[in-house]
């Protein structure tokens, strides 16, 4: 999949329900003592690399939607740099939601 289709598929799932301040706050049992960075991803360009640094561990939290929504920008930054601390967690938590991603994609995808 070429990364202009990474970004339209994103773009399907915009904006995402729980976002990542949200799933810390959810990780933090509503607490938003971790949780100070604001973010506003509307659109998957929206995402910054300070953002998925700061709120690096909370994808298990995330619903199959959201973590398709974030898709686009954690690959644009894996093409960045591969030694991403959070990768691992985002990569467990897709792995995790298979059955749930295939629900909500087309074959094609």
Known sequence: MELEELYALSCRFAPPEIDLRQAQIIDDYGHEDYAKMPINHQKPDDVRREEFDYYGWIYPFMKPKDLLFYLYAVVRECQK???????????????????????????KE
């Open 81 to 107: 740099d591969m030694n991403l601390d959070w990768l691992d967690s985002y990569m467990y938590s897709m792995d995790r939601e298979v059955n749930g991603l295939m629900d909500i994609l087309s074959e």
